[in-house]
């Protein structure tokens, strides 16, 4: 009895999750979009694509953080093809730095506007638009109902939306599929060679629709995300390319003399 109600519950969890947008991975296609470990607290294990994703960023260096993490995102999204559109009060970003993580900087484009709610208002158009690979807005702000407008924008195009949340006064309920946080971590210098190593983040999912929040240390090498591990801070370097993108695996370890 018990056995048939758990099949029952597991199956209606698999319905509401396809009725809602999280369907799993064509059998024989690539999982998720190469963040590793940190993919498994989403619903079916995959980035959710077609959806809103909300960015905290308290700092001005956790925006350039948050900024960098979403460009190793956007490598992904944009390799299928389509332009991403970047949509602002204050630009900040500096375009060719976009090629460090395999985005073409000829392929971004930047809508620079004076009040907050035309920022809303052009991400609501252009997230209507199925030529796009992502649309990203920097807001302070966002009601509940501004962002219920926007998942239904996501709904019928299927782009995918990312809110840039620079010092936000209140964070309250949103329609958004997940809420991020992205520090910056130490980069790892290579041995042997001079200045810093490759970027590092703390990714901290502090809300996940249907999924499981946590916090995960990653790393960008080789043009790929890196799942970093604990001991690396504190015995050396230890580091896997994630599952799905690249099969050189990179090993690296440091003892202490003596």
């Known amino acids: 009895m018990r056995e048939a109600q758990k099949d029952i519950i597991s ?9 809602q947008g999280f369907a799993p991975p064509p059998a024989g296609k690539a999982k998720g979009i190469g963040l590793g470990p940190l ?3 989403f619903p079916n294990g995959v980035f959710p694509t077609g959806a ?3 960015m905290i960023c308290p700092t001005p260096e956790q925006a350039a953080a948050t900024g960098g993490l979403m460009s190793g995102i956007l490598s992904r999204l944009m390799q299928n093809g389509g332009a991403c559109l970047w949509i602002s009060l204050s630009r900040k970003l500096f375009p060719p730095a976009l090629a460090a993580f395999n985005v073409d900087p000829d392929r971004m484009i930047f809508i620079d506007l004076q009040r907050e709610r035309d920022v809303l208002w052009a991400m609501e158009e252009a997230l209507k638009c199925e030529g796009l690979a992502a649309v990203i807005a920097e807001v302070r702000e966002i009601s509940f109902t501004q962002s219920r407008r926007l998942q239904l924008a996501v709904e019928g195009s299927k782009v ?3 809110l840039l949340r620079n010092d936000p006064k209140k964070l309250g309920n949103t ?3 997940a809420r991020w946080q992205v520090a910056p971590l130490p980069s790892e210098p290579e041995e042997g060679l001079p200045g810093v190593g490759f970027p590092r983040w703390q990714a901290d999912l502090l809300r996940v629709r249907n999924g499981t929040p ?3 240390k990653l790393e960008w090498a080789g043009g790929q995300f890196v799942p970093v591990e604990e001991s690396i801070f504190e015995t050396g370097r230890h580091s896997v390319p ?3 993108y690249g099969e050189e695996i990179m090993l690296e370890e440091r003892r202490m003399a003596g």
């Open 11 to 19: 199956r209606l969890q698999k319905d509401i999750l396809l009725w």
């Open 39 to 41: 993919e498994s607290a």
């Open 52 to 54: 809103i994703h909300e």
């Open 160 to 162: 995918t939306g990312f």
């Open 175 to 177: 329609t958004c599929v």
């Open 214 to 216: 946590g916090t995960w």
């Open 242 to 244: 994630v599952e799905g």
